[in-house]
Nanobody
């Protein structure tokens, strides 16, 4: 059974940084493409970033040059380093896994999902 567990969310000030982690357990992690999405209350789920097993990546325009996705296959973990955070970044972030090697930027392209981790802005 595949399981994804996110961690690393919390309170952050504007301009601050957070590093989210997603721990994968189950089958063949190293060949799966992985992604991060986010969803604010009352809004649709939004693609953030995705990474292939070999490190190829893609980002949403809204986070490009501020966020970095990476993975450690030996640790079956995917990371999302978030810098220069703004108000629009404060929401729930979800990790997703895809049973193929190529990237996808839509949620329906993913087979597995974590429960999310909350990023909250602090004044």
């Amino acid at each position: 059974q595949v399981q994804l567990v996110e961690s690393g969310g919390g309170l952050v000030q504007a301009g601050g940084s957070l590093n989210l982690s997603c721990k994968y357990s189950g089958r063949t992690f190293s060949t799966y493409a992985m992604g991060w999405f986010r969803q604010a209350p009352g809004k649709e789920r939004e693609f953030v970033a995705a990474i292939t097993w070999s490190g190829g990546n893609i980002y949403a325009d809204s986070v490009k040059n501020r966020f970095t996705i990476s993975r450690e296959n030996a640790k079956t973990t995917v990371y999302l380093q978030m810098n220069s955070l703004i108000t629009d970044d404060t929401t729930v972030y979800y990790c997703a896994g895809r049973r193929v090697t190529d990237l996808a930027i839509v949620g329906r392209g993913y087979d597995y999902w974590g429960r999310g981790t909350q990023v909250t802005g602090s004044s």
